[in-house]
């Protein structure tokens, strides 16, 4: 099982990023999927979620109107655009994998609990 995590990079306030995050060892359409993130000295935190079928989306107070999820389960794919860049956004961002077993729901409200793969991390710079 494989969360290959890739966008990252260093950026100025107000641009833009598209993280993504190849999944393979699983069947991915059986699958949840989310960003979190981790600044330095900080606890783990929920970005986006999307659910199995790309049908549903759910973003965290601080990204919504910024960022979108979105899901290609025919390449086995979630991105995230990242979209009016600020500082407060620099962190390490996961993807994960949550199945659908499990409720949809569950990929935020566990805080993380309920992911069953997450990815390596990409880091994330935004400079003011």
């Known amino acids: 099982v494989q969360l290959q995590a890739s966008g990252g990079g260093l950026v100025q306030a107000g641009g833009s990023l598209r993280l993504s995050c190849a999944a393979s060892g699983f069947t991915f359409s059986h699958y949840h999927m989310g960003w979190f993130r981790q600044a330095p000295g900080k606890e783990r935190e929920f970005v986006a979620a999307?659910?199995?079928?790309?049908?549903?989306?759910y973003y965290a107070d601080s990204v919504k109107g910024r960022f979108t999820i979105s899901r290609d389960n025919a390449k086995n794919t979630v991105y995230l655009q990242m979209n009016s860049l600020k500082p407060e956004d620099t962190a390490v961002y996961y993807c994960a994998a949550v199945n659908t077993a499990k409720s949809y729901g569950s990929v935020w409200f566990s805080a993380g609990r309920n992911v069953d793969y997450w990815g390596q991390g990409t880091q994330v710079t935004v400079s003011s």
């Open positions: 999307i659910s199995w079928s790309g049908v549903s989306t």
